[in-house]
Protein backbone atom coordinates (compact mmCIF):
# COMPACT_ATOMS: atom_id res chain seq x y z
CA UNK A 1 0.00 0.00 0.00
CA UNK A 2 2.83 2.43 0.97
CA UNK A 3 4.64 1.50 -2.42
CA UNK A 4 1.47 2.68 -4.36
CA UNK A 5 1.10 5.82 -2.59
CA UNK A 6 4.86 6.48 -3.36
CA UNK A 7 3.74 5.91 -7.06
CA UNK A 8 0.82 7.93 -7.15
CA UNK A 9 2.56 10.83 -5.52
CA UNK A 10 5.22 10.80 -8.09
CA UNK A 11 2.75 10.67 -10.69
CA UNK A 12 1.05 13.44 -9.79
CA UNK A 13 4.18 15.80 -9.09
CA UNK A 14 5.39 14.94 -12.59
CA UNK A 15 1.77 15.65 -14.20
CA UNK A 16 1.62 19.22 -11.65
CA UNK A 17 5.23 19.69 -13.03
CA UNK A 18 3.92 19.30 -16.71
CA UNK A 19 0.72 21.27 -16.65
CA UNK A 20 2.73 24.16 -14.73
CA UNK A 21 5.03 24.30 -17.86
CA UNK A 22 8.00 23.82 -15.32
CA UNK A 23 9.42 20.38 -16.51
CA UNK A 24 12.40 20.51 -18.25
CA UNK A 25 12.83 20.04 -21.85
CA UNK A 26 14.05 16.67 -22.21
CA UNK A 27 17.00 15.99 -25.23
CA UNK A 28 15.94 15.07 -28.03
CA UNK A 29 17.62 11.59 -29.49
CA UNK A 30 19.43 12.00 -32.83
CA UNK A 31 17.91 9.43 -34.37
CA UNK A 32 18.09 8.82 -38.11
CA UNK A 33 20.40 11.11 -38.46
CA UNK A 34 23.21 8.95 -40.52
CA UNK A 35 20.17 7.53 -42.35
CA UNK A 36 19.64 10.60 -43.64
CA UNK A 37 23.14 11.93 -44.41
CA UNK A 38 23.81 8.67 -46.60
CA UNK A 39 20.37 9.28 -48.46
CA UNK A 40 21.68 12.78 -49.38
CA UNK A 41 25.29 11.25 -50.76
CA UNK A 42 23.98 9.60 -53.24
CA UNK A 43 22.05 12.63 -54.67
CA UNK A 44 25.30 14.66 -54.70
CA UNK A 45 26.95 12.10 -56.37
CA UNK A 46 24.18 11.94 -59.53
CA UNK A 47 24.74 15.19 -59.71
CA UNK A 48 28.26 14.98 -59.89
CA UNK A 49 27.89 12.46 -62.65
CA UNK A 50 25.27 14.47 -65.11
CA UNK A 51 21.86 14.61 -66.23
CA UNK A 52 22.10 12.73 -69.23
CA UNK A 53 18.78 14.68 -70.36
CA UNK A 54 20.59 17.60 -70.14
CA UNK A 55 22.43 19.41 -73.16
CA UNK A 56 26.26 18.26 -73.16
CA UNK A 57 28.97 20.74 -72.21
CA UNK A 58 31.30 22.42 -74.85
CA UNK A 59 33.72 19.67 -73.63
CA UNK A 60 31.96 16.70 -73.91
CA UNK A 61 31.38 18.07 -77.32
CA UNK A 62 34.82 18.66 -78.21
CA UNK A 63 35.91 15.18 -76.54
CA UNK A 64 33.14 13.48 -78.75
CA UNK A 65 34.69 14.99 -81.84
CA UNK A 66 37.94 14.22 -81.11
CA UNK A 67 36.76 10.06 -81.12
CA UNK A 68 35.13 10.46 -84.03
CA UNK A 69 38.56 11.91 -86.19
CA UNK A 70 40.30 8.92 -84.31
CA UNK A 71 37.54 6.33 -85.28
CA UNK A 72 37.94 7.93 -88.44
CA UNK A 73 41.50 7.63 -89.09
CA UNK A 74 41.71 3.82 -87.49
CA UNK A 75 38.63 2.69 -89.83
CA UNK A 76 39.39 5.11 -93.33
CA UNK A 77 36.70 2.37 -95.15
CA UNK A 78 33.83 3.66 -92.51
CA UNK A 79 33.68 7.01 -94.04
CA UNK A 80 30.31 7.20 -95.40
CA UNK A 81 29.51 9.78 -97.94
CA UNK A 82 27.59 11.95 -96.08
CA UNK A 83 28.59 14.40 -93.28
CA UNK A 84 31.70 16.68 -93.05
CA UNK A 85 34.12 14.10 -95.40
CA UNK A 86 32.16 15.17 -98.27
CA UNK A 87 32.44 19.19 -97.59
CA UNK A 88 35.37 19.12 -99.39
CA UNK A 89 36.19 18.16 -103.25
CA UNK A 90 38.99 17.43 -104.50
CA UNK A 91 39.12 17.45 -108.53
CA UNK A 92 41.66 15.61 -110.27
CA UNK A 93 44.41 17.52 -112.26
CA UNK A 94 43.68 17.23 -115.62
CA UNK A 95 46.76 17.56 -118.42
CA UNK A 96 45.90 19.21 -121.30
CA UNK A 97 46.01 18.14 -124.32
CA UNK A 98 49.58 19.63 -126.27
CA UNK A 99 48.50 20.80 -129.74
CA UNK A 100 51.90 22.42 -130.49
CA UNK A 101 53.70 19.53 -129.64
CA UNK A 102 56.40 21.85 -127.26
CA UNK A 103 56.50 20.00 -124.26
CA UNK A 104 56.92 16.29 -126.30
CA UNK A 105 59.91 18.00 -128.17
CA UNK A 106 61.69 19.47 -125.53
CA UNK A 107 61.75 16.20 -123.65
CA UNK A 108 62.79 14.29 -126.82
CA UNK A 109 65.36 16.50 -127.58
CA UNK A 110 66.41 16.09 -123.88
CA UNK A 111 66.34 11.94 -123.92
CA UNK A 112 68.47 12.68 -127.44
CA UNK A 113 71.09 14.73 -125.46
CA UNK A 114 70.55 17.32 -128.03
CA UNK A 115 69.86 21.17 -128.14
CA UNK A 116 66.02 22.44 -129.04
CA UNK A 117 65.74 24.62 -131.76
CA UNK A 118 64.83 27.90 -130.40
CA UNK A 119 63.48 29.12 -134.09
CA UNK A 120 61.44 25.80 -133.87
CA UNK A 121 60.10 26.75 -130.74
CA UNK A 122 59.06 30.34 -130.92
CA UNK A 123 57.02 28.93 -134.21
CA UNK A 124 54.93 25.88 -133.09
CA UNK A 125 54.47 28.21 -129.74
CA UNK A 126 52.91 30.63 -131.56
CA UNK A 127 50.95 28.65 -133.73
CA UNK A 128 52.12 29.42 -137.07
CA UNK A 129 51.51 27.34 -140.23
CA UNK A 130 55.10 27.44 -141.32
CA UNK A 131 58.14 26.17 -140.16
CA UNK A 132 61.23 27.22 -142.05
CA UNK A 133 64.51 25.56 -141.11
CA UNK A 134 66.57 25.70 -143.71
CA UNK A 135 70.22 25.50 -143.17
CA UNK A 136 70.13 24.76 -139.09
CA UNK A 137 72.40 21.86 -139.27
CA UNK A 138 69.35 19.86 -137.30
CA UNK A 139 70.97 16.19 -137.90
CA UNK A 140 69.15 12.82 -137.96
CA UNK A 141 68.70 13.30 -134.43
CA UNK A 142 66.71 16.69 -134.49
CA UNK A 143 64.43 15.21 -137.57
CA UNK A 144 63.41 12.85 -134.89
CA UNK A 145 62.54 15.35 -132.40
CA UNK A 146 60.83 17.64 -134.36
CA UNK A 147 59.14 14.58 -135.78
CA UNK A 148 57.78 13.46 -132.85
CA UNK A 149 56.59 17.28 -132.10
CA UNK A 150 54.69 17.61 -134.97
CA UNK A 151 52.61 14.28 -134.71
CA UNK A 152 50.56 15.61 -132.50
CA UNK A 153 50.61 19.47 -134.05
CA UNK A 154 47.67 20.80 -135.32
CA UNK A 155 48.86 24.30 -136.92
CA UNK A 156 51.81 23.71 -139.05
CA UNK A 157 51.22 23.13 -142.86
CA UNK A 158 54.56 24.11 -144.44
CA UNK A 159 57.71 22.34 -143.46
CA UNK A 160 60.99 23.44 -144.66
CA UNK A 161 64.08 20.77 -143.44
CA UNK A 162 66.26 21.40 -146.93
CA UNK A 163 70.04 20.87 -146.32
CA UNK A 164 69.74 19.80 -142.94
CA UNK A 165 71.84 16.53 -142.84
CA UNK A 166 68.85 14.59 -142.15
CA UNK A 167 70.12 11.03 -143.72
CA UNK A 168 68.04 7.86 -144.15
CA UNK A 169 67.53 7.65 -140.29
CA UNK A 170 65.92 11.62 -139.94
CA UNK A 171 64.14 11.17 -143.64
CA UNK A 172 62.17 7.70 -142.04
CA UNK A 173 61.04 9.68 -139.16
CA UNK A 174 60.01 12.56 -141.05
CA UNK A 175 57.96 10.42 -143.63
CA UNK A 176 57.10 8.13 -140.19
CA UNK A 177 55.21 11.60 -139.01
CA UNK A 178 53.43 12.37 -142.09
CA UNK A 179 51.67 9.31 -141.79
CA UNK A 180 50.20 10.20 -138.26
CA UNK A 181 49.67 14.45 -139.24
CA UNK A 182 46.79 15.49 -141.65
CA UNK A 183 47.54 19.26 -141.73
CA UNK A 184 50.64 19.42 -143.62
CA UNK A 185 49.89 20.10 -147.06
CA UNK A 186 53.74 21.38 -148.09
CA UNK A 187 57.41 19.36 -147.76
CA UNK A 188 60.73 19.91 -148.68
CA UNK A 189 63.07 17.31 -147.60
CA UNK A 190 65.47 18.42 -150.74
CA UNK A 191 69.58 18.11 -149.98
CA UNK A 192 69.45 15.47 -147.49
CA UNK A 193 71.00 12.73 -148.72
CA UNK A 194 68.07 10.56 -148.38
CA UNK A 195 69.18 7.46 -150.50
CA UNK A 196 67.32 4.62 -151.56
CA UNK A 197 66.01 3.79 -148.09
CA UNK A 198 64.99 7.18 -148.04
CA UNK A 199 62.65 6.79 -151.71
CA UNK A 200 61.09 3.61 -150.03
CA UNK A 201 60.00 5.55 -146.94
CA UNK A 202 58.67 8.32 -148.68
CA UNK A 203 56.93 6.05 -151.21
CA UNK A 204 55.37 4.36 -148.05
CA UNK A 205 54.07 7.40 -146.25
CA UNK A 206 52.84 8.66 -149.64
CA UNK A 207 50.60 5.80 -150.08
CA UNK A 208 49.08 6.38 -146.52
CA UNK A 209 49.46 10.34 -146.47
CA UNK A 210 46.01 12.07 -148.16
CA UNK A 211 46.80 15.96 -147.28
CA UNK A 212 50.24 16.43 -148.92
CA UNK A 213 50.07 18.10 -151.68
CA UNK A 214 53.84 19.43 -152.96
CA UNK A 215 56.88 17.49 -152.17
CA UNK A 216 60.45 18.39 -152.59
CA UNK A 217 62.95 15.99 -152.74
CA UNK A 218 65.96 16.87 -155.20
CA UNK A 219 70.03 16.36 -154.01
CA UNK A 220 68.93 13.22 -151.66
CA UNK A 221 71.32 11.23 -153.59
CA UNK A 222 68.50 8.56 -155.53
CA UNK A 223 70.88 6.30 -157.24
CA UNK A 224 69.59 3.18 -159.53
CA UNK A 225 68.10 1.67 -156.45
CA UNK A 226 65.55 4.74 -155.83
CA UNK A 227 64.04 3.93 -158.94
CA UNK A 228 61.23 0.97 -158.03
CA UNK A 229 59.43 3.47 -154.89
CA UNK A 230 60.27 6.82 -157.57
CA UNK A 231 58.32 4.47 -159.99
CA UNK A 232 55.95 3.83 -157.94
CA UNK A 233 54.98 6.79 -156.05
CA UNK A 234 55.10 8.11 -159.80
CA UNK A 235 52.46 5.70 -160.56
CA UNK A 236 49.67 5.78 -157.65
CA UNK A 237 49.73 9.73 -158.36
CA UNK A 238 46.43 9.55 -159.58
CA UNK A 239 44.91 7.93 -156.46
CA UNK A 240 47.01 10.45 -153.94
CA UNK A 241 46.48 14.24 -153.26
CA UNK A 242 49.76 15.31 -154.31
CA UNK A 243 49.80 18.02 -157.13
CA UNK A 244 53.95 19.13 -157.28
CA UNK A 245 56.62 16.69 -156.87
CA UNK A 246 60.36 17.25 -157.39
CA UNK A 247 62.78 14.73 -157.29
CA UNK A 248 65.92 16.01 -159.51
CA UNK A 249 66.82 19.67 -160.49
CA UNK A 250 67.33 19.19 -163.85
CA UNK A 251 64.56 17.51 -164.57
CA UNK A 252 61.97 20.00 -162.92
CA UNK A 253 60.16 21.04 -165.82
CA UNK A 254 59.25 16.85 -166.51
CA UNK A 255 58.48 15.95 -163.23
CA UNK A 256 57.74 19.08 -160.80
CA UNK A 257 54.46 19.68 -161.82
CA UNK A 258 51.74 16.74 -162.21
CA UNK A 259 48.04 18.00 -162.85
CA UNK A 260 45.50 17.61 -160.59
Known sequence: LRECQTKMSSTMMVAGSIHSGDQEELPVPNVGSDDREEETQPQETSKEDGDESGPPSDADSARAESQNAEGLEDNPDDISDTGWDTDLEIEEEKSEYDVTGCKSYISICKSLGIVPTSNFIRTIQAKRPEVSLRHHG??????KAIAVALTSNTSVTHLDLSDNGLKTEGGVAVTGMLKENCYIT???LSDNDLGSAGAYA??????????LTHCKLQGNGFDDKAAEPIAE????????????????????DQLSHYPS
Open 202 to 211: IEAMMKSNNT
Open 233 to 252: IIRVLDAINLQTIVFVERFT
Open 186 to 188: YLD
Open 138 to 143: IGSKGA
